[in-house]
């Protein structure tokens, strides 16, 4: 069987600094930014590519130069990668904000709104996310509660350990606080509308916030599903998350063709990544190895323990 165009490729995070992030990204990453960080951005279209023939591209550059390779059904003029995986390090509290959906960030020009999902990775006793505003909510009571800087009260808490998946809908004001360390699967925009910040001299976006709010939305904790080697974490419109367990006894081989990129992330443990023709890849902490859509199909193998978790967008461009 000739060479796929692409083959599995590991991606160098970009770091995004950020007022309320960390100097201190410790395990994830062995250095100290002179500025803090918020976010490693695992799959941004800046992300360089590190391994293979197209070491060195942008992951934006490998979209235009092969979009039915590596994206499938969600190729687009942008040159998109579908899904933006991130790692979140929170050591002050984030805004109170709300992102729009579809059709309200058309409007303003932008080609998607932004769903997006949690997944703990770690998490300190009594950690919590704000999460949707409290029953009886209304817009004109959350108008008044950013005049008196209260609008954080108006949103609740939802207790979080290691492990827990959440769902953030578009249109659930939201906030995260130290705490916590997350692993953020989202469509890939960066339009937040911030409500709130604690003072912080940020520009506040309240008559778009407002108008993005629902004021009920689905999100919450989402129980997993385990199925043999693979636990199903959340399964909604733009993605689906699965956490794969593999050890020296247990190597994983992937289902039946998914015809969509595929990104894998080791969070406990390292592994390696097959696939017919290919190189193989080295997975570990802090890094994303992307599978192309072309590849019919791949085997992950761990010398120990290893937990991995793969983000995908649906096998049809939504």
């Not at 505003?133 to 207790?159: C, F, W, Y």
């Not at 693979?230 to 081989?253: H, N």
């Not at 080791?266 to 097959?274: K, S």
Request: hydrophobic share 40%; with cysteine; glycine share 8%.
């Amino acid at each position: 069987m000739p060479a796929p165009p692409l083959s599995p490729f590991r991606i160098a995070p970009f770091f995004s600094p950020r007022p309320w992030g960390t100097r201190d990204l410790s395990p994830w990453y062995d250095f100290r930014p002179v500025e803090p960080v918020g976010e490693a951005w695992l799959t941004g279209p800046q992300c360089l590519i590190e391994t293979g023939t197209q070491q060195g591209r942008t992951l934006s550059e490998l979209a235009a130069a092969y979009p039915d390779a590596l994206l499938g059904p969600h190729r687009n003029e942008a040159g998109d990668y579908p899904l933006l995986v991130k790692i979140l390090f929170p050591h002050d509290k984030l805004s109170v904000q709300v992102h729009p959906d579809d059709a309200l960030a058309q409007q303003s020009g932008e080609p998607r709104g932004k769903t997006e999902c949690w997944y703990v990775l770690e998490a300190e006793p009594g950690a919590a996310v704000a999460l949707g505003l409290k029953l009886g909510s209304s817009v004109e009571a959350m108008r008044e509660a950013i005049a008196n800087h209260t609008l954080e009260d108006m949103v609740e808490q939802v207790p979080v350990a290691k492990g827990d998946m959440i769902f953030v809908d578009a249109g659930t004001v939201h906030a995260i606080g130290p705490g916590v360390v997350l692993l953020e699967t989202q469509q890939t925009s960066d339009t937040t509308y911030r409500l709130y910040d604690y003072g912080r001299p940020r520009e506040l976006h309240i008559d778009r916030g407002v108008a993005a709010t629902r004021l009920r939305t689905a999100a919450g904790k989402v129980p997993p599903k385990t199925e043999g080697a693979r636990t199903r974490l959340i399964e909604q419109k733009y993605f689906t998350v699965d956490r794969i367990a593999v050890d020296p006894a247990s190597p994983f081989l992937s289902e039946a063709y998914a015809g969509v990129p595929q990104t894998l992330v080791a969070v406990e443990g390292a592994a390696v990544c097959t696939a017919e023709g290919c190189d193989p890849v080295d997975l570990f902490a802090g890094r994303a190895v992307v599978i192309p859509a072309a590849i019919r199909g791949y085997r992950l193998e761990s010398a120990g323990a290893s937990s991995i978790i793969r983000s995908q967008p649906p096998a049809r461009r939504t």
